[in-house]
């Protein structure tokens, strides 16, 4: 029988057979061309990373368990023990836990740069520094580098640009165009969109990188499972219509919310009001995304009553699903920061993340109604 499934199978196997020793040699001399560990490569995963390197215009990628891994793996490229990295001050949390506990233990140190630094890096470079990791879009207020002058920025003084794409999207922006060394998301976000999966990904600009970062995934283990890798596949597909939803509806509510008397600030790059809504929308195709923050009165029992009210946006910490939520960064994402760093960040107790779905927009629109009334 001449079995031609459309789309390709689960290969849910951790291991793959060979004829004799003759198949063996050929695994290694034809690379490509057979499969032998999953750890090592599967057509499921290698399936979800040429997907998002054909999306993020790269030379290779890998899938990883996670965005973590993602993001871990990407340092590795690049460093080791004695080298120095630049960090966005304005970060996923866990990105600045893994620099602060865990990969100042391995001797690879860290300095923030403040979002308003970002094209003068001068002042922060060392003959030890090696990259700049930012975010296109970053979590919580929405700021928006312009990858282009940091890409430049960074080059000029002989950093790599390693860029956290999650908010963004290839669909929003793709960074390796502008200059970026390498592109990651956490793909548990909108790249898989259903939030049924933990996965991440990094896509390299170069060759030489894309096959260190290969190795990294199988010699540290980083690599993604085959379910987990079908699924993140068939969410992936619908990825263009889903952040073209998101971002319509995201764009309506947040002018709702700007002028509605209980919310205090609507942080959204699409709205005029927004510092950066100019590059925004020359650097995102005219699309802003699905997340944004808003500041409530600062007081807990304010927020409290809010999350108690809203029956659309579950709170659940995380983001980037067809489906509603909202989130709190001080509590979650941005809870291991000193309260200092929370205080210049402009994370503080009334400030809820809201990551809007593909809903309709009215039903949306009704609940954040009758929750802020
Ligand atoms: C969620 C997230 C991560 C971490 O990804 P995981 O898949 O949870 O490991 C990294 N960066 C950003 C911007 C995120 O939102």
Request: aromatic share 8%; proline share 4%.
């Amino acid at each position: 029988m001449d079995i031609r499934p459309k789309i390709t199978p689960i290969y849910q196997t951790s291991v793959f057979k060979f004829e004799d020793l003759n198949e063996l040699e050929s695994y290694f001399s034809e690379p490509g061309s057979r499969y032998l560990y999953s750890r090592n490569g599967n057509p499921n995963s290698d399936e979800l990373a040429d997907a998002i390197n054909r999306l993020e215009g790269g030379t290779g990628a890998i899938a990883t368990g996670s965005g973590m891994a993602a993001i871990f793996a990407a340092i590795l490229a690049y460093c080791q023990a004695g080298d120095h990295v630049l960090c966005a001050a304005d970060i996923y949390g866990g990105s600045s836990t893994l620099l602060n506990a865990e990969l100042s233990r391995m001797g690879i140190t860290v300095t923030y740069v403040p979002f308003e630094q970002f094209y003068d890096l001068q002042q922060f470079v060392r003959p030890t520094t090696r990259l700049m990791l930012a975010e296109t879009i970053s979590n919580p207020l929405l700021r928006v580098a312009d990858l282009g002058r940091l890409a430049e920025e960074c080059h000029w003084h002989g950093l790599k640009l390693v860029v956290d794409n999650t908010f963004a999207t290839p669909v929003i922006t793709r960074p390796l165009a502008l200059g970026a060394d390498i592109a990651l998301h956490s793909v548990t976000k909108y790249l898989a969109g259903h939030s049924d999966v933990t996965a991440g990904v990094v896509v390299a600009a170069d060759e030489a990188i894309a096959a260190r970062l290969k190795q990294i995934g199988v010699i540290y283990g980083l690599t993604l499972s085959p379910m987990e890798s079908w699924l993140a596949v068939r969410g992936l597909k619908t990825l263009r219509v889903r952040v073209r939803e998101h971002s319509h509806n995201a764009l309506v509510i947040a002018s709702f919310l700007a002028n509605h008397t209980g919310v205090r600030e609507v942080y959204y790059p699409g709205l005029e009001q927004h510092p950066q809504h100019a590059l925004a929308a020359k650097q995102g195709a005219g699309m802003f995304g699905g997340m944004m923050s808003i500041l409530l009165a600062d007081d807990a029992e304010a927020v409290n009553d809010f999350m108690r009210r809203v029956k659309r946006f579950p709170f659940a910490p995380s983001l980037a699903g067809v489906d509603s939520s909202l989130s709190y960064p001080l509590g979650t994402s941005h809870r291991a920061l000193t309260s200092e760093q929370q205080q210049n960040l402009g994370i503080t107790t009334g400030l809820v993340r809201l990551s809007i779905g593909i809903e309709p927009v009215e039903e949306l629109l009704a609940d954040l109604e009758q929750a802020l009334a």
